[in-house]
Nanobody
């Protein structure tokens, strides 16, 4: 079993950038496909970005494509998402999640392990 802890959230102005980090413990991160999800107030938790076990494949929600970049460092047991050109619509609690699926999944049901989330607030 893996434990995940997110960090890096905060308040940023529209157009600004943030880098979220997800640190894993308990099991080698390379075992898992990783994803970032977010949940805004009154909204469903939605997929943001995913990365394959060795990092050679990534996938993004259309809403963040070209602005967000997911990456991982298995040696450091960490996953990151660089978020640029942030918009007020990006404000949410961001969650890191781990999946044992070999395939890169975009639905939360395929992710068994979750962090506690980190808040991102974007001011207009």
């Amino acid at each position: 079993q893996v434990q995940l802890v997110e960090s890096g959230g905060g308040l940023v102005q529209a157009g600004g950038s943030l880098r979220l980090s997800c640190a894993a413990s308990g099991r080698t991160l390379s075992t898992y496909t990783m994803g970032w999800f977010r949940q805004g107030p009154g909204k469903e938790r939605e997929f943001v970005a995913g990365i394959s076990r060795n990092g050679d494949s990534t996938y993004y929600a259309d809403s963040v494509k070209g602005r967000f970049t997911i990456s991982r460092d298995n040696a450091k047991n960490s996953v990151y998402v660089q978020m640029n050109s942030l918009k007020p619509a990006d404000a949410a609690v961001y969650y890191c999640a781990a999946s044992l699926s070999i395939l890169l999944r975009t639905t939360k049901e395929h992710y068994a392990y979750w962090g506690q989330g980190t808040q991102v607030t974007v001011s207009s």
